[in-house]
T-cell receptor, first 114, second 114 residues
């Protein structure tokens, strides 16, 4: 079974609009971490935001926020006021306390239209 | 602070040869992880080293091996290369190992096996 599911293979969004990238996860661990990364066409993986399973507040980092709904096992990334430079692949990933390896979703290709 | 560096950036090898990839983590980071990224399989975890010890290993054949030195620099070796080993190999470093630590990635080594 897929541990990380990103249901949107690709998205087109108008510049300056907000965008939500979906991520659902599957784990039986009580402790885990959820991560979002951005991968531009250059290939380098850029860390965006982190949410711990015990964090009650949704994580925020600048224009990025993570909409964490634990009961639904959902960890959606919200980008406010999108910019052309946000065009990239976005990956959701999880690390469980029982297995420290980072498990990745298939990614969402986001294209920002001017 | 300098980021994660990987050498070489590009590599072309022939089937049956072996290859060694190098990764220098961010100063002060003691954990190094390696990932393989291909269009078909996505991102897959290879292994993680912390303080010169392998802490975690993904589902890859024994042809894939690694090590970490006392200065936290890491190398990954692939012996008897196969066409399917063509991929982007990403190295990531973090302060520690566990669910709380975000990983910072290098630019990757793009390996082509002919």
């Amino acid at each position: 079974a897929q541990k990380i599911t990103q249901t949107q293979p690709g998205m087109f969004v108008q510049e300056k609009e907000a965008v939500t990238l979906d991520c659902t996860y599957d784990t039986s661990d009580q402790s885990y971490g959820l991560f979002w990364y951005k991968q531009p066409s250059s290939g380098e993986m850029i860390f965006l935001i982190y949410q711990g399973s015990y964090d009650e507040q949704n994580a925020t980092e600048g224009r990025y926020s993570l909409n964490f709904q634990k009961a639904r096992k959902s960890a959606n990334l919200v980008i406010s006021a999108s910019q052309l430079g946000d065009s990239a692949m976005y990956f959701c990933a999880m690390r469980e306390v029982s297995n420290y390896q980072l498990i990745w979703g298939a990614g969402t290709k986001l294209i920002i239209k001017p | 602070k300098a980021g994660v560096t990987q050498t070489p950036r590009y590599l072309i090898k022939t089937r049956g040869q072996q290859v060694t990839l190098s990764c220098s983590p961010i100063s002060g980071h003691r954990s190094v992880s390696w990932y393989q990224q291909t269009p078909g399989q996505g991102l897959q975890f290879l292994f993680e080293y912390f303080s010169e010890t392998q802490r975690n290993k993904g589902n890859f054949p024994g042809r894939f091996s690694g090590r970490q030195f006392s200065n936290s620099r890491s190398e990954m070796n692939v012996s008897t290369l196969e066409l399917g080993d063509s991929a982007l190999y990403l190295c990531a470093s973090s302060l520690g190992t566990g669910i709380l630590y975000e990983q910072y990635f290098g630019p990757g080594t793009r390996l082509t096996v002919t």
